[in-house]
Every structure is written in structure tokens, then in C-alpha cells.
């Protein structure tokens, strides 16, 4: 069993940067492949980036590819979501997820909610333009 909690978010201008944390609760948090997910007002879910068990494997979206960064640290049982050069197309609610698995491969990978079987209860950015 794994409980997930995030935190980090909040209200920031265009152009700033924020840095999202999931901390993790259970023994199988470092064997977990974990992801951000977000969703706006009126959208669906959509997926953000994945990281698989070790770290040293990561995807993410091309919506955010070269602003926003996955990392964990299996030490402190946390990931991380560093945001950068945000703007108002990136204001939602962001969670955070984890996969029975080590990594996620085959299935669409990383991108499909449905590869993740825990979630977070989400936190809100808002970005101002």
C-alpha cells in the first residue's frame, strides 16, 4: 500500500517557477514507477511526466518538455515536479501517482492513467498571466 500527498502548489505570475513534492508513506515507494498528472478546469486528466523506480529513466510531455523536470529521492520517499517558466496554459490541478510496477512499458508506458493504481489528492497552481 502506498498514500500519496502532495504539496508546493499556489498562485504565481507568468514566467516563474514552482517546485511540486509528493511524499510517499509505504515500504514499496522505491520500487514504484510514479508520474504528475494534471487537470483543468472543464479538461480531462492529462499526463505530465514518469519516472521509473531508480530515477535514472524519465518522460515527459511535450507540452512541458524543457520547462518541467521529474525527480525523486527514494531516501526521503519523495518526488519531485520542477516547474519553470510557467504560464496560464499550465494552471490545474496537479497529482501525483504510482504503479505496482518498477517502470511502466508497454501499455502506453508512462502517459495512461489507468498504468497507476495510487494517487495523491492533487494540489492547485494557478498561474496569472
Known amino acids: 500500500q502506498v498514500q500519496l500527498v502532495e504539496s508546493g502548489g499556489g498562485l504565481v505570475h507568468a514566467g516563474d517557477s514552482l517546485r511540486l513534492s509528493c511524499v510517499a508513506s509505504?515500504?514499496?515507494?522505491?520500487?514504484?514507477?510514479m508520474g504528475w498528472f494534471r487537470q483543468a478546469p472543464g479538461n480531462g486528466l492529462e499526463f505530465v511526466a514518469g519516472?521509473?523506480?531508480?530515477?535514472?529513466?524519465?518522460v515527459h510531455a511535450d507540452s512541458v518538455k524543457g520547462r518541467f523536470t521529474i525527480s525523486r529521492d527514494n531516501a526521503e520517499n519523495i518526488m519531485y515536479l520542477q516547474m519553470n517558466s510557467l504560464t496560464s496554459e499550465d494552471t490545474a490541478v496537479y497529482y501525483c501517482?504510482?504503479?505496482?510496477?518498477?517502470?511502466?512499458?508497454?501499455?502506453?508506458?508512462?502517459?495512461?492513467?489507468?498504468?497507476?493504481?495510487?494517487w495523491g489528492q492533487g494540489t492547485q497552481v494557478t498561474v496569472s498571466s
Open positions: 519516472i521509473n523506480w531508480s530515477g535514472d529513466s524519465t
Open positions: 501517482a504510482a504503479a505496482y510496477q518498477r517502470q511502466l512499458q508497454g501499455n502506453g508506458g508512462y502517459s495512461p492513467s489507468n498504468n497507476y493504481h495510487y
Open positions: 509505504g515500504r514499496t515507494f522505491s520500487s514504484a514507477a
